[in-house]
């Protein structure tokens, strides 16, 4: 079975400092991880995403997230918070086996100027 | 440019009339979804459809239905019998990916609903 924790519902950060987004993720196959971006009553954003190549993954927007499949996480982070990174963000998980997308909760991120 | 077009944006409806909304995409995606978006639950995915003419319940399509006559083409149509219609529903496209069904979901703009 696939499912996705995102471990904080909500997370407020001082502009210009780091972000960190955390995800948990169970998946009995290998699985491809996806995080998201959504601004209000806006559809989602593709972030990134990892698909069993480089653990570490770069996407738009200065974002990065590590895959560690010991730990079972894929966190989000950015080295330096702007006031356009105030959204909501979602992790996925997806096995290439069912074409199938599990989403986390969601992360509302607050950037404080 | 390519893109997942849904429409109406705002839809209002009054109680015991069904609506349809409608999901055109232009990537020559075979994949289409429909998922619901409530505050602080996540996406929930109500239908999917891999190919056209095909198509599978998601987790909470009890009040709605689908078609995919068109590979292009996936409209939703919310009838009476769901009882908590109003929401932000969102259609997403995806492809395969080199080995098999990775690629990501790409989503359209979203159609909020209110019933009245």
């Known amino acids: 079975a696939q499912s996705v924790t995102q471990l904080d519902s909500h997370v407020s950060v001082s502009e210009g400092t780091p972000v960190l987004l955390r995800c948990n993720y169970s998946s009995s196959y290998s699985p491809s991880l996806f995080w998201y971006v959504q601004h209000p009553n806006k559809g989602l954003q593709l972030l990134l995403k990892y698909t069993s190549a480089a653990t570490l993954v770069k996407g738009i927007n200065g974002f990065e997230a590590e895959f560690k499949k010991s730990e079972t996480s894929f966190h989000l982070t950015k080295p330096s918070a702007h006031m356009s990174d105030a959204a909501e963000y979602f992790c996925v998980v997806s096995v290439n086996t069912g074409n199938q997308f599990y989403f986390g909760t969601g992360t509302s991120l607050t950037v404080i100027p | 440019d390519g893109g997942i077009t849904q429409s109406p944006k705002y839809l209002f409806r009054k109680e015991g009339q069904n609506v349809t909304l409608s999901c055109e995409q232009n990537?020559?995606?075979?994949?289409m979804y429909w998922y619901r978006q409530d505050p602080g639950q996540g996406l929930r995915l109500i239908y999917y459809s891999q190919i056209v003419n095909d198509f599978q319940k998601g987790d909470i399509a009890e009040g709605y239905s689908v078609s995919r006559e068109k590979k292009e083409s996936f409209p939703l149509t919310v009838t009476s019998a769901q009882k908590n219609p109003t929401a932000f529903y969102l259609c997403a496209s995806s492809s395969r990916g080199r080995t098999g069904w990775t690629g990501e979901l790409f989503f359209g703009e979203g159609s909020r609903l209110t019933v009245l």
């Open positions: 990537l020559n995606h075979d994949a």
